[in-house]
């Protein structure tokens, strides 16, 4: 998969959720891209219970329908040293959670979704969408891939030129700060990449809510 | 009826042998005295070969008058010639709707003859030609010279590998890996061009001359799936609008190279084309100034310069 | 949006649909039995006989199974996770496996059977299941022949010990093999959804084609652990 950045529209005060993306719909159609089918990520969040000993850790259980042969999870292990495991692995891992849910329970509450159209142009692919949290609304995330370009430190001028054209000065000029560690911006991009940005949207949207 | 059939067949029948006794007569007739008729009396042998065929000929002429008077004649006078006496009605014109037929073919050739006046003029202009003879023609060098035959694509591969393995080594960030998909064949090669992490291309050669060039995305696969090591995949597409532009715009740039007298330099000079590509997602348009138009990077670059322009800024 | 928008069904949905209408392969029934060094080669003759992959060569593999454990709360029966590279293919995907407990069931029953889930993961998976807090019980490597028969497969191979010391030096590569037994273990197993008990039948009339080179049976692993 190409380069994929994803960003997350501020609702203007005076616009509710659906509005602000029906305008951007609206501004990207203006622009020639064709609706092209629907998209869902969501990401379930298991914790596990005091019986493990030591600080409490955490995974992420992602799915992409953009991949839909894959489960993404996202291990945040306290250590020490702190750090988070990614693990690609095929649709039955969702079954083995199931079966850890002894050991690993699941925070029904926090469970989120980003939902919305999918728009293509020209070799570029538009995905906008609304994030909900156990089906409240939390906000609204863009997410634009460059298919053809697999070095984002090699497109992120042209995807900037691109996104500002419909998204304004939400786009900032410099690389989104998830690039800009570990050498990510030279290197291959990979579909865990999409999730783990996924996944940081949805922690600081979960932020925000407090939980 | 039954009888009346087999007396007509057996009319027909004596008509064909007849005709192609006939035949036999005037074909030998035709060669007259041949080797097979010997040294000694040839002329005698010959006659007399003739003379047995002109027998022959009288022999089912008799045959065929006997049959045509065992004919029985239909009490009518006529013979019934089944379905195939219609082939003769039916010859007005508007029942055959022939005249809107005729229209529409006419209007056809006249289109086709229109349209290819106007590529002849078309191509006459741009001379994109790999004949070395209408090379020179166009440039109207002198007569002597035009008989060279172009010899590029029969350059022995060796020195094709030679040319590519410096060509390989002059760029650090363009990769080229050689296979040879038919052994046996001597003058076929393709290679597998990888620049930096932004494309790969397949070229394929005859001799020293590029036959085809297609680019592809650094993550998509030339390597055919059916297990054939060695053989590329020189038809599928990019799924990139991208790299279907670039391998349109190779495929000019190859025939805008072409040289018939210095086959070397137009593959180096195609490379070094190629190799200006390494910057395809960084570089603006040099008209422009920008990096998008109509959501695609810039993707023509000047033969000459190598300048980076958008597909509707190129001068 | 005025258009008529069909919605994407999340992951889970799906997963629910198809466990609903059993199309996941969620069980293992199987047989095994061992034979000599000296006779695998008949046994190997007999096998190509009688499956389906005749026409290739013989198909071989080497494998590296790490077998983890997670302790749950108030010491419940361990969950035991099995992780499986290939040694002979690079880069493959790894093999994440749960695998139940045994069912041995009474004498009219002719397999083992016993829950499994067989998943496909990046190489992190190790990484993954220690920080989530498994312990790697032991680990070996198996060495030996795949056949495939309709639904069934059948393993003959080796088993050998992991040479920790040369394991760090040659990253992977495991060059001396130790073997644990003269031996080679013989597998018998199919991947089915529950219950298709079917299959179970055909298994044992293969496993009598194997008679009497290589027994195949139900092996009782309480039995083995409490043996005298």
Redesign the interface.
């Known amino acids: 998969m190409g380069v994929t950045i994803l960003l997350s529209y501020p609702v203007p005060e005076n616009k509710t959720g659906p509005q602000t993306v029906?305008l951007l719909?609206k501004r990207i159609g203006a622009l020639g891209a064709v609706?092209s089918?629907?998209?869902?990520v969501?990401c379930?969040t298991f914790s596990?219970?005091p019986?493990?000993g030591g600080p409490p850790?955490t995974?992420h259980v992602l799915?992409n329908?953009e991949q839909?042969a894959a489960?993404f999870?996202l291990?945040e292990?306290p250590g020490p040293p702190p750090?988070t495991?990614?693990?690609?692995?095929?649709?039955?891992?969702?079954?083995?959670m199931l079966?850890?849910s002894?050991?690993?329970a699941s925070k029904k509450q926090t469970r989120m979704?980003a939902?919305g159209?999918r728009f293509e142009i020209a070799d570029f692919l538009v995905k906008i969408g609304t994030v909900t949290m156990s089906s409240n609304f939390k906000g609204v995330l863009v997410e634009v891939e460059y298919r053809p370009c697999f070095i984002a430190g090699n497109c992120w001028e042209l995807m900037r030129e691109f996104m500002q054209s419909f998204l304004g000065s939400v786009v900032q000029n410099t690389p989104p700060p998830y690039f800009q560690v570990h050498n990510r911006l030279n290197d291959v991009y990979q579909p865990l990449d999409t999730i783990q940005q996924y996944l940081d949207h949805f922690a600081s949207y979960r932020k925000v809510a407090g939980l | 009826m039954n009888v009346e059939l087999d007396a007509l067949n057996e009319a027909l029948k004596a008509v064909s042998s007849l005709r192609s006794c006939v035949g036999n007569f005037f074909l030998s007739l035709s060669q007259g005295v041949r080797s097979e008729h010997g040294e000694d009396h040839r002329e005698t042998k010959y006659i007399l070969e003739l003379q047995d065929l002109v027998a022959e000929i009288s022999s089912n002429m008799r045959k065929v008058e006997q049959t045509c008077s065992s004919i029985p004649l239909p009490p009518d006078g006529q013979i019934n010639l089944g379905n195939t006496a219609h082939l003769a009605h039916e010859t007005t014109q508007d029942r055959q709707a022939l005249y809107s037929e005729l229209v529409g073919s006419y209007k056809w050739t006249d289109k086709l003859h229109e349209i290819s006046n106007i590529t002849f003029g078309f191509l006459a202009q741009n001379v994109m030609k790999r004949s070395y003879n209408s090379y020179l023609n166009s440039s109207g060098m002198n007569a002597k010279r035009r008989r060279l035959t172009p010899s590029c694509h029969n350059v022995p591969i060796s020195s094709v590998e030679t040319v590519i393995t410096a060509i390989d080594r002059q760029y650090q960030d363009m990769n080229m890996n050689v296979y040879r998909p038919h052994p046996s064949n001597c003058h076929n090669l393709q290679i597998q061009v990888s620049l930096g992490r932004i494309l790969r291309a397949v070229i394929s050669f005859r001799g020293m001359m590029i036959e085809w060039v297609k680019v592809k995305a650094y993550n998509e696969e030339f390597q055919t799936d059916n297990g054939q090591l060695g053989q590329l995949d020189l038809w599928t597409n990019s799924r990139h609008h991208v790299f279907r532009k670039i391998t349109e715009n190779a495929n000019a740039a190859m025939l805008h190279f072409y040289s018939p007298t210095l086959p070397d330099l137009a593959v180096r000079s195609f490379m070094t084309w190629l190799h200006s590509f390494r910057s395809l997602f960084t570089d603006t348009c040099r008209r422009c100034g920008n990096h998008l138009l109509c959501a695609m990077p810039p993707t023509w670059r000047d033969f000459r310069t190598l300048e980076a322009f958008h597909e509707d800024c190129k001068p | 949006?005025a258009?008529a928008?069909?919605?994407?069904?999340?992951?889970?949905d799906s997963?629910t649909a198809a466990?609903k209408s059993n199309i996941?392969p969620?069980q293992e029934y199987f047989l095994q039995g061992s034979i000599l060094d000296s006779s695998v080669e008949v046994l190997l003759h007999r096998l190509r006989g009688l499956c389906d992959n005749v026409d290739t060569n013989l198909e071989t593999f080497h494998d590296h199974e790490m077998c983890f454990s997670?302790?749950?709360?108030?010491n419940?029966q361990p969950?035991q996770?099995r992780v499986r590279r290939s040694l002979d293919h690079n880069g493959m995907p790894m093999q994440?496996r749960?695998i139940g407990q045994p069912e041995i069931g009474d004498k009219s029953r002719p397999t083992v059977l016993r829950n499994s889930?067989?998943?496909?993961?990046?190489n992190?998976?190790v990484?993954?299941l220690t920080?989530?807090?498994c312990r790697k019980d032991f680990e070996y490597s198996a060495k030996g022949y795949m056949f495939r028969k309709g639904r069934m497969k059948i393993t003959v191979f080796k088993v050998f010990k992991i040479d920790e010391t040369r394991k760090m030096m040659s990253s992977g590569g495991f060059d001396a093999l130790s073997p644990l037994t003269h031996s080679y273990l013989v597998e018998l197993s199919v991947l089915a959804p529950s219950g298709q008990d079917a299959i179970a039948d055909d298994m044992r009339c293969f496993a009598e084609q194997l008679r009497p080179l290589v027994q195949l049976e139900k092996i009782d692993y309480k039995r083995l652990v409490h043996g005298p």
Request: net charge negative.
């Open positions: 029906d719909i609706q089918g629907q998209f869902l969501d379930e596990s219970g019986t493990m850790r995974v799915h329908s839909p489960v999870a291990l292990s750090k495991v990614p693990l690609v692995a095929d649709g039955l891992f969702d079954l083995l079966k850890m002894s050991i690993y979704e939902r159209t | 949006m258009m928008q069909q919605t994407v069904n999340t992951a889970i997963l466990l996941i969620n997670i302790r749950g709360p108030n419940t969950l996770l994440l749960y889930i067989d998943i496909g993961t990046s992190t998976v990484e993954f920080e989530l807090g």
